[in-house]
């Protein structure tokens, strides 16, 4: 069939099973504008910023477990794009994100709104492509969400000029996708698992490290089975978090910078580190020269760079998660889960020492009750969304996950404004779960221009706003590692919350005392409107444990011991 | 990293033929802080391939590194890291006219090469001949006062 290459992009989204897309229109880009003004088989929802676009498009894939998809301008609109390509990018979420170019003939001529996107999107996505010829939009289309999906998941950008999108051509998208020097390896090597069956049954103290890949491959129920059937104890890494059920015995906690007393000393007395779709990143590992020292490592992961990459593997395994696990199920009988009993006792002991915890001793509320607290209201009926900071740090310790693709937080490029645009997304993917968003009083003016967008698209987002009156993370760094001198992290000038939020026709509350969160949350929730919560938390609360820097994951600054009354 | 032991490595990439692919290699050892000592381009004679070969140098887990994130790159089809090869590098050379040309000649011969131009006021020589033993040649020609010299950059096989 003929049509415009503006057309062909409509109808591979359409063929693609794409339900939403967030997107913001320009120049470049208006013939594809055009044609989405025409059709009704899939929802465009307008945000307020291009950054707020990928983000929303990035939450959606998060909680859907679907490609996300954005839909940007040349130029400013691409430029606005790039923190969501890269925070895609480190965090391994299938995104294609589509931006109009200048037309061809003024490419390379410092036209109007023109930007070498190609050449910035290289360094952080996974793929992109400049289509020159709308001949090829089929198959780049088609290749870009099979590159986004497959493997380890990823961003793909599409730049197209506007002349392209003009362009009439034959449009045909039952192809075969051949792509000869792309072939992910997702099947376990088999005699590669029975060694590592064989070692984690000679092992006394395994240790299971879990990591985002478990999520990404949809293996958290096949990794749970595996836990449970081995009597092996886990940690998760921060974006591992809603693996394992919160009350599941075997789970420890998260690891790392901030990670539970018991998960990290767990990670340091391990004889055998049985890693799953985690990447050693340097916030989970400490200083690397003493991450689980004594220990041998099984490394499975999807990513052939990752492994070996920081920790070397004794056992190294390129496959998804999920089929490498579902092999080792077969071979589980050898486990004895037994022999671990002494190894869980010792890590019992590890939490009763230093449990995850916090001291109701301010007259301000604790940044963590308000965490718990909605965690005993909401617990599973809610996604839990973030930005960046100590409320970041503390939904990842304290909120009760139950569920994979529940937790949807911004890890590796720790993106500021990543958590109200991308709680849109979420909602709109889920729209029978309460999307939650914890965020700060610093992080949440980075995309607050989004109460538009959840005002005009009904999608209700809570954002719960810790506020200190701080840059908090950065303030608690200055206080134990720069002699406390607070630069530029004091917030005390804030607006009022509460207006801005209904300046934009959502709901504002603000919240002193724990009847008050209880009241406001619930009325929330019932009212179904986009609403910020502000609470006013304590200023000084730092984020505890902490593994200093570059410091040794057993060397950990810890909550201080309170008398007991 | 700093700590081990920096080695130099020849590594060549076979990339599909498209827009854009060199830059995708170099901006990967540029962004991951690699180094190139030399590299050199071209398409394989019938087929839609490219062969690069790189000469870099780091870590044997840095050079393990490079490799996997190069075969990360979706238009490489295969990355080969070499132990036992056959390496070979060309420099073109400018003398004056005024020199020894009958030493140039000679010298050039020892390392494959020869005179290969003569103007009005100058001589270009060529040599061909291993890497290292380019180096030499370079550093002995010295003092017949080239006035410009190119080098090629490695290409290498496997034996």
């Known amino acids: ?565 | 990293m700093i700590t081990e032991n920096s080695e130099r490595r020849v590594i060549s990439v076979i990339v599909v033929n498209e827009a854009s692919v060199l830059s995708r290699i170099t901006d990967l050892f540029s962004g991951r802080g690699y180094n190139i000592t030399s590299l050199t381009v071209a398409p394989i004679p019938e087929s839609k391939y490219s062969r690069l070969t790189i000469v870099t140098s780091g870590s044997v887990r840095v050079i393990e590194q490079i490799t996997k994130q190069l075969h990360k790159l979706i238009p490489v089809l295969r990355v080969y890291e070499h132990a036992d090869l056959v390496e070979k590098e060309m420099a073109l050379l400018k003398f004056p006219l005024s020199e020894n040309i009958t030493d140039i000649s000679t010298l050039c011969a020892a390392y494959n090469g020869r005179i290969v131009n003569v103007g009005e006021n100058v001589i270009i020589a060529m040599v061909a001949d291993d890497p290292a033993r380019i180096e030499n040649f370079l550093r002995v020609i010295k003092k017949y006062n080239p006035k410009e010299i190119v080098r090629s950059g490695a290409v290498a096989l496997e034996r």
Not at chain 1, 164 to 171: G, N, P, R, S
Not at chain 1, 270 to 275: P, Q, S
């Open chain 1, 1 to 565: 069939m003929q049509m415009s290459g503006a057309q062909m992009v409509i109808e591979a989204l359409i063929a693609e099973g794409v339900d939403t897309i967030f997107g913001y229109p320009g120049g470049a880009i208006m013939n594809v504008y055009d044609e989405i003004y025409k059709q009704n088989k899939f929802q465009h929802i307008l945000n307020r910023h291009e950054q707020a676009s990928v983000h929303a498009a990035e939450g959606y894939a998060k909680a859907s477990g679907k490609v996300g998809v954005a839909l940007i301008t040349s130029g400013p609109g691409f430029t606005n794009a790039v923190t969501g390509l890269a925070d895609a990018y480190m965090d391994s979420i299938p995104l294609v994100v589509i931006s109009g170019q200048v037309p061809m003939s003024l490419i390379g001529t410092d036209a109007f709104q023109e930007i070498d996107a190609v050449g910035i999107s290289r360094s952080c996505t996974k793929h992109n492509y400049l289509v020159t010829d709308a001949k090829d939009l089929p198959r780049v289309l088609k290749e870009a969400f099979y590159i986004a999906a497959s493997g380890r998941p990823g961003p793909v950008h599409v730049d197209i000029p506007k002349d392209v999108t003009a362009q009439i051509e034959e449009f045909n998208y039952d192809i075969e996708i051949n792509l000869e020097t792309y072939k992910p390896n997702i099947k376990g090597n088999p005699r590669q698992i029975k060694k590592v069956m064989e070692a984690i049954a000679k092992a006394r103290r395994p240790l299971f490290y879990l990591g985002g890949g478990v999520v990404n491959s949809n293996a958290a129920y096949e990794v749970r089975k595996l836990v449970q059937k081995t009597g092996i104890p886990a940690v998760e890494t921060f974006m591992a978090r809603g693996t394992l059920a919160h009350d599941d015995e075997l789970l420890i906690s998260m690891l790392g910078m901030h990670g539970s007393y018991a998960a990290n000393m767990a990670m340091s007395e391990t004889d055998l580190v049985i890693g799953l779709g985690a990447r050693f990143d340097d916030r989970v590992t400490g200083k690397l020269s003493e991450f689980a020292k004594n220990a041998g490592v099984i490394h499975v992961d999807i990513d052939p760079a990752s492994i070996s990459k920081l920790v070397p593997a004794d056992f190294p395994i390129v496959g998804d998660v999920k089929n490498v696990v579902l092999e080792m199920l077969e071979l589980v009988d050898q486990i004895d889960s037994n022999k671990y009993k002494t190894w869980r006792n010792s890590i019992k002991n590890f939490d009763e020492l230093h449990p995850l915890t916090f001291h109701e001793d301010s007259e301000r509320l604790k940044p963590q009750w308000v965490i718990q607290r909605t965690g005993e209201l909401l617990g599973d009926s809610a996604n839990i969304s973030t930005d960046v900071g100590q409320h970041q740090m503390w939904a990842a310790q304290f909120y009760p996950f139950s569920r994979p693709r529940q937790w949807i937080s911004s890890g590796g490029l720790g993106t500021m404004g990543f958590g109200f645009p991308a709680a849109i997304g979420v909602k709109a993917a889920t729209p029978d779960k309460i999307s939650i968003n914890f965020t700060g009083d610093g992080s949440i003016l980075m995309n607050c221009q989004e109460l538009m967008t959840a005002v005009e698209q009904k999608l209700p987002v809570i954002n719960i706003i810790l506020n200190n009156n701080f840059l908090g993370m950065v303030r608690q760094w200055q206080t134990l590692f720069y002699d406390k001198r607070h630069s530029q992290t004091d917030l005390s000038v804030q607006p009022d919350f509460v207006k801005l939020a209904e300046a934009f026709g959502g709901i504002g509350y603000r919240v002193h005392t724990k009847e008050e969160f209880d009241t406001a949350l619930k009325d929330a929730v019932e009212k179904n409107v986009v609403a910020f919560i502000e609470v006013i938390v304590e200023r000084f609360e730092n984020v505890m444990p902490m593994v200093p820097a570059g410091g040794s994951l057993f060397n950990m600054m810890l909550l201080e011991k309170k008398e007991k009354k």
